[in-house]
């Protein structure tokens, strides 16, 4: 006797026991037969990109960035990411297979990437009035006492930049 084992949806049949190799049995006594389904899983890998810095977990759970970018789910599941961004980071979206919202359809193999970014930095760009600007500005004795305690500051950013000319 042959048996037929039909996996349901998003399920594979992972093998046979007490039964014959392909669930053919002999039946010359009792015998019980079990086919064995395994569920199909697929694979979500999560980048971290960006300046900034942050964790990503996962539910349902598998996922938890720092220390796993990668889990198996099962197929067609669910998945919603979750990011926190670092103190000073900031969250600045999803991108790859993920929708704007995190959640992702394992109906294959998908990749997302969480992107941090690091605050813009406001510094201080100061010029004081030094002997050595003097002479490379062009600056006449005259002038420099007249302004030897001055200075100049502008705020600037990472991205910004500040151009001097005599």
Known sequence: MTLTATPGAGSTLAGWSGCDAGGTVTMDADKTCTATFNLI???????????????VTSSP??????????????????VTLTATPDSGSVFAGWGGACAVDGTVTMDADKA??????????????????????Q??????PA?????????????TTRTSSVTLWT
């Open 112 to 133: 997302c990437t969480a992107t941090f970014k690091a605050p813009d930095l406001v510094q201080t760009l100061v010029l004081m009035n030094t002997a050595r600007m």
């Open 41 to 55: 899983t697929r694979t979500l890998t999560v980048a971290k990109v960006g300046l900034g810095g942050g964790s």
């Open 135 to 140: 002479s490379q500005m062009g600056i006449t």
């Open 143 to 155: 002038q420099a006492t007249r302004s030897r305690s001055s200075c100049a500051s502008w705020p």
């Open 61 to 78: 759970a598998g996922i938890d960035c720092g220390a796993t970018c990668s889990a198996s789910f099962n197929l067609s599941a669910a």
